[in-house]
């Protein structure tokens, strides 16, 4: 083996070994991360709307250090905007997952309304509500809709709007999501829960909400309403 050949050879061994480590620092890496993050769930859910823990109350439930803490979180704010992304995630595939059991688009539309506003219930409205009241101090970033729930979860409504003769399926489910993720809202700093009338009522609500193509052929000859 020349030692051209020789020095590629040893080049190859060196990027492997240090893709290899590269790969174990990655799972280790996500194995802290998600840690913090169910460490802070669990915290924040214990302590409530009564007070906000410190990142050293985080880190001991979690069992690590500072230092790993801040090696993902430049702050507890960039934790707690982290556990909203997660939450609407698991929310997400929940509703998604309820929708996917029905067969007709009126039917998903259903089983998204009572998805969402299952979160009212039970435990899961005392984490809800804990994590939220968390959020107060992001400020901006929950004021401009960066961190919210709506736009994941209007997607899920976009398909059903369409199959239903939505003429702009997009928007319709936008403000669907909006209507209902802040009625959602009130439910729970209100600490009730909507009972089965409720639900329906809402979901009849939420379907009559779609747009059809004849009010907005009908609305073309006038000014188009600017949206925000």
Not at 111 to 119: F, I, K, P
Not at 198 to 226: K, N
Request: proline share 4%; with cysteine; charged share 25%.
């Amino acid at each position: 083996m020349d030692e051209r050949k020789t020095d590629e050879a040893a080049d190859d061994l060196a990027s492997r070994i240090a893709q290899r480590s590269l790969a174990k620092r990655g799972a280790n890496y996500a194995t802290e991360v998600r840690r913090l993050l169910d460490a802070a769930l669990e915290v924040i859910r214990t302590r409530g709307t009564t007070s906000r823990p410190r990142v050293a109350d985080i880190v001991a439930a979690a069992g690590l250090s500072n230092e790993a803490f801040y090696r993902h979180f430049s702050s507890k704010d960039a934790l707690v905007a982290a556990l909203i992304e997660d939450g609407t995630t698991r929310l997400r595939a929940y509703v998604e997952h309820q929708m996917s059991k029905e067969s007709t688009a009126e039917g998903k539309v259903r089983r998204w309304v009572e998805g969402v506003l299952a979160q009212a219930a039970g435990d899961t409205a005392e984490t809800t509500r804990a994590v939220s009241w968390n959020a107060g101090s992001l400020g901006e970033d929950t004021a401009s809709g960066s961190l919210s729930a709506t736009g994941p979860m209007a997607t899920l409504l976009v398909a059903p709007f369409a199959e239903l003769g939505s003429a702009d399926p997009d928007f319709d489910a936008s403000l669907a999501a909006h209507a209902i993720l802040g009625k959602l809202t009130d439910y729970l700093w209100q600490r009730t829960e909507p009972n089965q009338a409720e639900i329906e009522h809402i979901s009849a609500f939420c379907l009559r909400m779609i747009t059809p193509p004849d009010e907005v052929a009908g609305s073309a000859g006038r000014a188009a309403p600017r949206r925000r």
